[in-house]
């Protein structure tokens, strides 16, 4: 059964924190991750907002200039989705620096495979 995502009053103040602009962008990308990954719980973690299943799964990470969306495990997704940017052993993001970007339907792909993978213990 598909829950809706637990959200976090310190999230809303995160973001309402942020410039118009970016503002605009994070919420945007709130609600994408929330409908793709319903049973992610959202939470406030290092000053960014991070849904977390069975682990961290995907996390806004705030900047002056755009939003990175990012994979705690998005190593494992870069044979699916190349796009993804990072080096690190296991995180990937993408950067957002629009609202166009934000809206890009390919997100909403990745987060729903970053929380199908979280899910499944893999």
């Known amino acids: 059964m598909t829950t809706t995502s637990r959200t976090d009053p310190k999230v809303d103040r995160a973001i309402a924190n942020l410039p118009p602009d970016l503002r605009a962008i994070a ?48 190593a494992e997704l870069t044979s699916r989705y190349p796009g993804l940017e990072g080096t690190g052993k296991g995180m990937r993001h993408v950067k957002v620096p629009t609202m166009g970007a934000a809206r890009a339907p390919v997100l909403a792909k990745i987060v729903r495979d970053a929380a199908a993978q979280d899910a499944a213990g893999r």
């Open 27 to 74: 919420s945007a990308l709130r609600i994408m991750v929330r409908r793709s990954a319903p049973d992610l719980r959202e939470s406030l973690k290092w000053q960014n907002p991070v849904w977390s299943g069975r682990g961290n799964v995907i996390c806004l990470m705030l900047f002056t200039n755009h939003v990175n969306l990012g994979f705690f495990r998005g």
